[in-house]
């Protein structure tokens, strides 16, 4: 078998129907398309969801869920990326600077994620209880 050989098998293939093309084709004329009518004419057809007047039922049914305007304000921050910052006192413009978080940022907090063995100082950088404890055992400190 070579690649220059292959072929689809029999039957696999067949002419796509040629409409509108003289009576002996079996679709000329109206071309499969009935005797008058919106669906007959070119262009002439409903948009999705269209239910000829009554409201639709993505209208009727109530809206479900919420999206937060605020969900992305606050960047999460673990402790491995604050043993990347050769800084030692960090505050949210530095980990902007550093790549960690993004521009778009309002806050940061650093959450209990890999490990921290130098002091920091964190202002205006909130953490979790677990977090805080590892910061200050490695004898860093927290100042709001």
Do not use: C
Request: hydrophobic share 40%.
């Amino acid at each position: 078998m070579e690649l220059n050989n292959l072929k689809p098998g029999a039957g696999a293939k067949h002419a796509k129907k040629r409409v509108g093309r003289g009576i002996g084709s079996g679709l000329g004329k109206t071309a499969g398309r009935g005797h008058k009518g919106q669906h007959s004419r070119s262009g002439g057809y409903k948009k999705v969801g269209f239910e000829g007047g009554q409201m639709p039922l993505h209208r009727r049914l109530p809206k479900r869920g919420f999206v937060s305007l605020t969900g992305g304000d606050v960047a999460e921050v673990r402790l491995s990326d604050l043993a990347g910052i050769a800084v030692e006192e960090i505050d949210l413009l530095v980990l902007k600077q550093a790549g960690v978080v993004s521009g778009l940022a309002k806050s940061a907090k650093v959450i209990l994620s890999g490990k921290l063995d130098r002091a920091v100082r964190l202002k205006g950088i909130a953490a979790t209880t677990g977090a805080r404890a590892a910061i200050e055992a490695a004898g860093g400190s927290l100042g709001e």
